[in-house]
């Protein structure tokens, strides 16, 4: 069974780019969410996709955007990069079940806006 | 959503049992509480979760008190591998978004 991937594994930006972060959910899942890791805060969610359709938003604004493919590997495009999108950015994937889903989480992209 | 409150770190000796606390004294009937993990430069990774009964997995326990409004995770004998930062987390029915608070900080002595 293969686990949860990101690419790629370090990022550097400078402000205003865009950039796309890559995340292959575990097999058999069809829920993917993303969240951001500010250095030494917890992760905060950003999004979640289950079945290609975005299902659940945090706090974040509309520059932050997310595809879900067939076959439930997902993107996370950042637009108009800001020094503070500087984090690690997780992707988690888990299988809908219902109640107490576990999410299985990949080892993030760190992405550093210069 | 529900809110945890946990010690910023803890000490443990290596080969001891670690208690690690967490109060939501505003839980909801519906809110499993779970615990996760995150081991140095990875992602977080689950430990256990339960809804009202204590629960056992190979990891660790999970003792919840009767009335719900804190708990704790058991790990029975720590080693090294075990130095992370523990985080509990009130997930309600069917919602899998995880609200992250900053967790407990676990160092193991050797």
């Known amino acids: 069974e293969t686990g949860v991937t990101q690419s790629p594994t370090h990022l550097i930006k400078t402000r205003g780019q865009q950039v796309t972060l890559r995340c292959s959910s575990q097999?058999?899942?069809?829920?993917v969410s993303w969240y951001q890791q500010a250095l030494g805060q917890g992760p905060q969610f950003i999004f979640q996709y289950y079945r290609e359709e975005e299902n659940g938003r945090g706090n974040f604004p509309p520059r932050f955007s997310g595809l879900q493919f067939p076959n439930y590997s997902s993107e996370l495009n950042v637009n108009a990069l800001e020094l503070d999108d500087s984090a690690l950015y997780l992707c988690a994937s888990s299988l809908w079940q219902g109640v107490g889903d576990t999410q299985y989480f990949g080892p993030g992209t760190r992405l550093t806006v210069l | 959503d529900a809110k945890t409150t946990q010690p910023n770190s803890m000490e443990s000796n290596e080969e001891e049992p670690v208690h690690l606390p967490c109060n939501h004294s505003?839980?909801?009937?519906?809110?499993?509480i779970h615990w996760y993990r995150q081991l140095p430069s990875q992602g977080p990774e689950y430990v256990i979760h339960?809804?009202?009964s204590n629960v056992n997995n190979r990891m660790a326990s999970l003792a919840i008190a009767e009335d719900r409004k804190s708990s704790t995770l058991i790990l029975h004998r720590a080693t090294l591998r075990d130095a992370a930062v523990y985080y509990c987390?009130?997930?309600?029915?069917?919602?899998?978004?995880?609200?992250f608070g900053t967790g407990t900080r676990l160092t193991i002595i050797p």
């Open positions: 097999s058999g899942h069809n829920t």
């Open positions: 339960g809804l009202t």
């Open positions: 987390i009130l997930g309600g029915f069917g919602n899998e978004k995880l609200t």
């Open positions: 505003t839980i909801s009937g519906t809110d499993y």
